[in-house]
């Protein structure tokens, strides 16, 4: 690749802009090489000159945009598996695309083109200005785009209906796409390796918002059901800017607040006091409860006298051929956690945990570290990172890092004795 990379035309429409080849006309790509097992990068000083340039690299274009050129979707390929190599990242293997519809939904397509405007803007400096024979051209992008598409995609997991419907239909809850190697906007890379990781960062925040998508309708904004029909609501007006691309989503979480303040909490269990659970039933009350939800009916003065006839319970509602109730061992459980609360114990239910951890498919979560004393500090930052989710991810964590080092990292680990690791 040459030295100086021209910009695009800046009269040209690089979101809308089809084509593959434009824009790139005097932009000459070398083959890809693989990221070296130390990544090289550089922080320019205060004397260096930064510059923005803003051009296109055909490979991290959204997918459909790329369109027939086979030249591309090869390069694009192999980048991928040099990421998957270099970074560890196996998420990336077999990821699927947005479409070009997904691309065009109302909201979901400015979380895209927020992407798309992030990965076209670049910060360009030279390794050693002057110098013609070491001289590097080096390039990263701009960290407070990157933060403005992080902080939108975080504005989604604080609300509550998408949260709840990735549990409710069995889905862990995403993390952040975070960058994969160094700091955005600090640590210039070569065109090469910067090429690499962006089209890394560029799938996980594709995987990202079609994990979202999934469970939650952008242009209803509201939770997707298995069925046709769909809640009725009515219109509830917000402070929020029309025009912000988190004004349903705010809107959504207006609602479940004003309906939380107007009832009183019957249960320290999260699901049993969501007033809306009964809609996962097709026939609402008609039904027989589940058994996780025989514990959740409120009881005002304690536990209710066994011997005293209630008229409400039949053979349907939990007694046996011999009269006694099903749920019984439920009641003295509910007594044991109540007295628990009362002794300042805390009682630990499933929906406490925020956070899950999967070793199998979040192994690639966690940074690999090559015993390099200049990343330590960044990759000991990013492992914390990880640790504070929960004490659950912060336990395993402590057989997952072992696995992430390498070369002289994992030379030194496993010549400890096993007592000592």
């Known amino acids: 690749m040459t030295e100086q990379l021209p910009p695009p035309d800046p009269n040209q429409d690089v979101g809308t802009n089809t084509s593959t080849t434009q824009n790139t006309s005097s932009l000459v790509l070398e083959p890809l090489k693989p990221l070296g097992q130390r990544i ?17 690299i055909p490979t991290l274009r959204p997918y459909y945009k790329i369109g027939d050129d086979e030249e591309v979707h090869e390069r694009r390929r192999r ?29 979901l397509k400015d979380y895209f083109s927020m992407l798309d ?48 419907a990735l549990r409710l239909k069995g889905r862990r809850v995403p993390e952040i796409p975070y960058w994969p190697e160094g700091s955005v906007g600090t640590d210039y890379f070569s065109v090469n ?9 560029r799938i996980s925040v594709e995987q990202f918002l079609l994990q979202v998508d999934e469970v939650y309708d952008f242009e209803k904004g509201d939770v997707r059901r298995d069925n046709t029909s769909s809640r009725t609501r009515s219109p509830v007006r917000t402070g929020a800017d029309p025009g912000s691309i988190s004004a349903l989503l705010r809107e959504s979480r207006i609602r479940m607040l004003t309906t939380a303040s107007r009832q009183q909490p019957t249960s320290h269990v999260p699901l049993a006091r969501n007033p809306r659970i009964s809609e996962l039933f097709e026939n609402g009350g008609k039904r027989d409860a589940p058994p996780h939800r025989n514990t959740s009916k409120p009881v005002s003065n304690g536990d209710p006298d066994p011997d005293d006839p209630d008229p409400s319970d039949d053979d349907r509602s939990g007694r046996d051929s011999r009269g006694d109730r099903r749920n019984r061992g439920s009641d003295r459980r509910n007594q044991e956690n109540r007295s628990n609360r009362e002794d300042g114990k805390e009682v630990e239910t499933n929906f406490n945990s925020k956070y899950t951890f999967d070793q199998k498919l979040k192994h690639d979560s966690v940074p690999q570290w090559d015993g390099n004393t200049e990343s330590i500090i960044r990759w000991l930052s990013k492992v914390n990172d990880l640790a504070s989710y929960s004490p659950a991810v912060n336990q395993q964590l402590g057989s997952i890092v072992p696995r992430r080092l390498q070369g002289k990292a994992e030379i030194w680990y496993f010549s400890i004795p096993l007592g000592k690791r």
């Open 79 to 107: 980048a991928i598996q040099l990421a998957i190599k270099g970074l560890g990242m196996m998420s990336l293997e077999n990821a699927s695309h947005p479409t070009r519809s997904q691309y065009k939904t109302r909201v």
């Open 193 to 201: 390796d910067i090429e690499i990781i962006a089209l890394a960062y």
């Open 117 to 164: 405007r992030f990965l076209t803007n670049f910060k360009v400096t030279e390794t050693k200005p002057g110098d013609s024979r070491n001289n590097k051209t080096v390039y990263t992008f701009s960290a407070s785009e990157f933060h403005e598409l992080a902080s939108e995609m975080e504005e989604l997991l604080n609300v509550h209906d998408i949260v709840r």
């Open 40 to 56: 090289f990068f550089f922080q320019p000083s205060e004397t260096h000159v930064i510059r923005p340039e803003r051009w296109v």
